[in-house]
């Protein structure tokens, strides 16, 4: 079994930031990504940040503003968000893939105008 434990989240003015957390523990061999995604209510799920072996990928939305990174000791991934604005508010989900993907249970940024 694969765990994947967020924290971080909150509610936060715009212009703040907040940094998420997210530890993956159990049965891991080999994670070759980390990433984060979010999600509003009736909007599909989207790829906010990915960090792999190759480098990190970020949505346009959020590129100047959002930095990925990971911690492979503590097989840990994070997300510093900056100049937060009203539209990053979502659910945010933290993902690894291995052989497999999993996902998080998911923390809720929420940015007050």
């Known amino acids: 079994q694969v765990q994947l434990v967020e924290s971080g989240g909150g509610l936060v003015q715009a212009g703040g930031s907040l940094r998420l957390s997210c530890a993956a523990s159990g049965s891991i061999a080999g994670i070759n990504s980390m990433g984060w995604y979010r999600q509003t209510p009736g909007k599909q799920r989207e790829l906010v940040a990915n960090?792999?072996?190759?480098?990190?990928t970020y949505a346009d939305s959020v590129k100047g503003r959002f930095t990925i990174s990971r911690d492979n000791g503590k097989n840990t991934v994070y997300l510093q968000m900056n100049s937060l604005k009203p539209e990053d508010t979502a659910v945010y989900y933290c993902?690894?893939?291995?052989?497999?993907?999993?996902w998080g249970q998911g923390t809720q940024v929420t940015v007050s105008s």
């Open positions: 993902t690894i893939r291995t052989a497999l993907r999993y």
């Open positions: 960090i792999a072996s190759g480098g990190t």
